[in-house]
């Protein structure tokens, strides 16, 4: 078989080493967190810029050893016959290697203010280090199983990190909850790869892609099972459940993990395996519509939210939506530059919200904030741009991916898709707006009874109690650390959108030799219109927020509105449309009826009498072995003889009868 | 006729010529034992113990020792037939292996295998 | 006037032999040493002269890599498989010296660093060996030495040890030599090779040839039914013996039995003349297995192992052909570096008083020694064939090999066999993390830098061979 590379091979030392820095970076922290103490911070975020800076520059090598197109392949080790393993780096892996490292690196940054004091400090660094290698490895893997083994990692770096606070039964039960969800992505992911080398034979990108027509028919069955692991990594409808659960962890760490560049996992991989994709229609009708219902969903959901950090988890479930759905008709130039938008605004969001919670002690309840404009404008102008930049006015980054992807939707002849995105950019403006009016306007209501609220049981409402991990008022670290981020983030946010302005945008260059031509069909609406028909959405959406939230009328009864609504709220939202609770039944009660099976009959008869008898036999076979080891010459050499026997007997007959 | 037909009747032969002569004193002699007759043939010297009885491990060290020189000599005897034959080569191999051995007997020599303790 | 004799070998010839003479020079140097100090040669000299004469030769076999030459007019063939073997050899004797360093006593170290190295020679003379001159010559060389090494220590066990495996074995050398005679007798000529020319149908001469040479090297090889030796010799000797035994023995044997099986094959009715040996292979594979269920003592418990671990190496040239072969290298590779490492470990908490070798020993070895039982983990892992070490990535090449040549009810013994291990090996990881009750009873002692450098060297080359490129053509590229 000749053996196809994407990208032209080469020696890409920079390459390498920004993707194994991080892991040094993670092993130092872990190693020598003690003695490191508040280095250790530094040290992790020193690892993220260089590597973001080696980015750059293995960028621009890449660019001009393959003269001009981006595509740069180093191989790194050939293990098995039909395995080798090679770093790959084309315009899609830059994306998100230059997300991962210069997101992830002011995150990092972020972290030393927001992390400072946790008496874990150096553990934290070296699992978030940690995690960005196995990023890394996930998406410059020239091969599915790298892919897979990076895909594994990050969930792995990811139930650390959820359970980082490990005191805490429900972090505990959260980390548990994304892992167990993540596997069953694996195990997809794992036999979409079986079926995959078992009618291809190969695992290398560059050589099924060559060889997709080999697949035939079973190229659905592939796209399904890479998209149920795409699915549980990116909080698709049904396995989504987890990521409101992770916001169990340290906030950068939702920034990061859950927002910025893990969840968008499932994005990469559907985007990776365009070729694949683009052959099967019923897998885009299928992905694109689970896309569409995850955006609709997680806007809905998230209007029903009172956790700051669980209304941008249910709007990152949304948006990540919006991506799958843009990749999953076909429109990966869109899916992909809305991926990257949203790393930047949700990032923003995310950090702003931490800036708040920093200042307010841990709490997370918009209903016992308020009128914080005044005290924090700083938060307030970072959240607002983000907010905007989400809600896609015109002008703000969201608005060029998100009505990307919303239009693709309709040129690749999937109205309906496009009509639930326009829909779900209204409610999204709705609940952002809602979030903005409840936090930032009115009067503080932090000092208020919660029952008065309707909160009935504080503790159990998402804010977590005061305990030794958080840092204490009297040990902050310098404002500015947690600022620069930050305020560095206002830039992209505004204007990383720009960079698909146009009929020939930097963007299209960018990406026109990693994705085939598109085959749209003829629409009914331009794209300007479709703009037009999204701002008139998001307007509509402000419009309720302002009415129910930021109007002087709702002010004044502010608190009497929001004990009202608690009270109030359906219990189909509440319980966030009980998709726990059919997942429960459906899967963990069947579960644990199929253990209790196993344990009560099958384990103690089947297994454990087979293995006992097994045992048993071994034992005595073993004796049996013994026995003739007498210790006596003469018993030896009888054996010997008895052998010799045997053999000359076998050869005197064999030779014989020839 | 195969090649080794007469190897074959050679054995045959010598097979029968060993147990022919096994077993024919005893049919044919005329049996008149006595004491002094029944003694192993010792070389004249009277047997004092059971002929089946142990040696000192002694002995078979220097029956081991005695067979590495025995074979040496064994060796020289060819060489020495073949000297002018064999020229330097068989010279300086000869002396190498005389040299390899002497190293040897002296070692022994030195570690006291050649005490009779 | 005499005719002159014209010398029949040029420098070409005796070039080959340069890395085993330098082993040979070696022994007589640490001899020669012993022989003109006072006393007895220190001890530390006398291991330097070895460990140089070993890495020496080790040096220069590495420098012949690559060039084919049939010295002695076929009694030795240099080639890449060849060097490999060698090299094996001497990696064997490296590790074992570095044992003596940590156990031997210094009185006889001299004699016995000395048997080592020729025996190191035979064993090295066995990997290029290819008429049965040269074969009978390195076996002998190699044997004779390990009987004397075997019964170096002051009881009676290892001078059963060593007496059991003199008659034992020089039975088994009989019936080689018989086979020997009766292969020239059949083929008219003393290389292997001839066996493939050999007109094979109607020629019992041949077959029971075949037999009995067979049968020689299945007993060096210690495979079921000939294998009743090798628990109680490897019990008796004294621990670096047994550790030189289960890999340089084993080493020469197989590059002979090789270098059979490459001669047999072209012949018409390999399949029915090598049968035997698949079927022994397999056997010795459950069997081995089995029989290292019931042991208490590390040594024996290998022993037992080395059984079947063997039988696994055979059962990789079951079907012929360069793919099985290489494979079988790789795994004997591997197989050097684990058993030398598990000994390496077992010396390394031996004292001077008490070999460590009884499972008793390795009770709470974990908090006593953590790296100790660590590396000691992997070592039993690998040999267990479990997934991240060479020992899975070789047996699963094997069993590639065997089915593909239709062997499957071989690869099907090799999973049995593989089954059964477990459990045996899982014990002794399962005592050394155990908690001991009885930790106070074995407090730890010092433990010697070298038996501890030795063990992580080979925990280290281990994680290399897992990760070694495994593509057909690069697995061990033999050049013949």
Redesign the interface.
Known sequence: MIHHVMGVNGFYPLLMTLWLLPLAGAVLCWTFGPQLKQLAGWLGAATLGTSFVLTLLSWSAATQNSGGALGAHQSL?????GFDFGLLLDPLSLIWTFIITGVGFLIHFYSIGYMHGDKAFARFFAYMNFFVFAMLTLVLSDNFVGLLVGWGLVGLASYFLIGFWFERPSAVAAARKAFVINVVGDVAIMFAIFVIFTKVGALGFGDVFANASQLGDWVFVVCVGLFIGAAAKSAQLPLHTWLPDAMEGPTPVSALIHAATMVTAGVYLIARCAPLWSVSSDAQMLVGTIGALTALVGAILGTAQWDIKRILAYSTMSQIGYMIMGVGVGAFEGGVAHFFTHAFFKAQLFLGSGLIIHALANEQDVRRMGGLMKKMPFAFVAMLTGVLAICGIPGFSGAFSKDAVIYGALAHGHPWLYAIGLITAGITAYYMFRMIFLTFFGSYRGDVDPSELGIRHPELAGTPAHDEHEPHEHDHAPAWIMAVPVGLLIVPTVFAGWLMFGEHSWWSQFFSAQFAPEHTVATPVSDVMTTVFAVAAVLAGFAIAYLRYGAPAAMEHAIERLRTETVRMPGALANALYFDAALDALFVRTSQLLGTLFGRLIDPLVIDGGVREV?LS??W??????S??T?L?R???L??V???A???A???I???V? | MNPYGPVAIYLCVALAAALLFTFLPGLLGRGKPNPQKQEAYECGVEPTSAVAGRFPVRFYLIAMLFVVFDVEAASLYPWAVQMHALRAFGLIEMVVFVIVIAIGYAYVWKKGGLEWR | MTNVIANPYTSADWNVLYPLGIVALGALAVLFVDLVSKKHAPKWLTLALAGLSVIGAGVVCAQQYGQNYDAFGGGFLLGGFAVVMQELVLVAALGTLALYATLGDEERMAGTIALLLWSTCGAMLMAGAANLMTIFLGLELLSLALYCLCGLRENAIAREAALKYLILSSTASGFLLYGMALLFGSTGSVALAAIAQAPVAGNPMLWIGCALFLVGLAFKLSLVPFHAWSPDVYEGAPLPVTAFMSVATKVGALAVLARFVDAAVPSAGAEKLLLPLWIIAGISMVAGNLGMLAQHDLKRLLAFSGIAQVGYIVAALAGGGALGLRYALFYLIAYTFMNLGAFAVATAISTQAEEGSRLANYHGLAQRRPFLAAAMTFFMLALAGMPPTAGFVGKILILSANVGAGYAWLAGLLILGTAISLYAYAKIIRAMYVRDEHAHAREAHPVSPLAWASAAVCAAVLLVLTFYPLAPSNVIPLVR
């Open positions: 080790l050939s293990w098995i016959p045992a071994a034992r076979l073993g004796t049996l072995v013994r003739f080891q210790g010459v018993a030896y050499a054996i010997l008895i052998g010799v045997c053999f000359v076998y050869y005197a064999a030779g014989g020839h």
